[in-house]
């Protein structure tokens, strides 16, 4: 499968824990975006990395959120003392720029439970 | 107020029905237009972009956007069951990032 990948699928956890999820973009795209969406809401915009750069993050990415991309190939997300409000499911997407749309192309996601 | 507005529905209609989704926004440097399609547990995937004013089509599928009126549209023609899923529309300006803002997407039905 050449897609956009992310592991853990499903992860619960208790309030106070820290998490991290992996996002594995298509191969040699050089654009990757993560996104939180809730019940019933559209993905939200997260944040955004050119190659390893981290160009953008959103005022949503509070202190306790960190995402990296190391090389420039696959991404963490990162988020520390989890809150019940960060239940979610986290999209990531990747694009190749080539494209004047941006076409982006988003993976299962990771759907997150904070007891 | 959200910059991308859209109603959440959901939407019901018989199998071969003509069904309208509809988006309004308010920030007017947006210029790409496009509409993803989430099934249940899965993540978007895209139908279809346009770019700035007017209308594309593909096949069963029409989008058009009015950039006067802030306003874009889906029609699908000839629905199916197996269109059934969430529609959510989004758009972007031509920045640095190229971020995508959703609207809150439409719950789809078709009924057999």
């Known amino acids: 499968d050449t897609g956009v990948s992310q592991d853990p699928r499903h992860k619960i956890t208790k309030r106070g824990q820290n998490v991290t999820f992996r996002c594995d973009p298509i191969?040699?795209?050089?654009?990757l975006y993560w996104y939180r969406q809730t019940l019933g809401q559209g993905p939200e915009f997260l944040t955004y990395?050119?190659?390893?750069?981290?160009?953008?993050k959103s005022r949503l990415l509070s202190d306790r959120f960190s995402a990296e991309r190391p090389k420039g190939s696959f991404s963490t997300l990162e988020i520390q003392r989890t809150e019940q409000g960060d239940s979610a499911m986290y999209l990531c997407a990747s694009s190749s720029g080539l494209a004047v749309y941006n076409e982006q192309f988003f993976g299962p996601g990771t759907r997150l439970t904070v007891l | 107020q959200k910059e991308v507005e859209q109603d959440p529905g959901p939407l019901s209609v018989p199998e071969g029905a003509i069904v309208s989704l509809n988006c309004t926004y308010s920030n007017s440097a947006f210029q790409y237009f496009m509409w993803y399609r989430q099934y249940s547990r899965k993540g978007p995937e895209l139908l279809m972009y346009?770019?700035?004013?007017g209308n594309k089509e593909d096949g069963r599928f029409t989008a058009q956007v009015d950039k006067s009126s802030k306003y874009i549209s889906l029609f699908i023609r000839d629905s199916q069951p197996s269109d059934s899923a969430t529609y959510l529309c989004a758009m972007f300006r031509m920045d640095s990032s190229y971020k995508l803002i959703f609207g809150s997407g439409t719950r789809l039905l078709v009924r057999p």
């Open positions: 346009t770019y700035s004013s």
């Open positions: 990395f050119q190659n390893e750069a981290q160009l953008e």
């Open positions: 191969s040699e795209h050089n654009r």
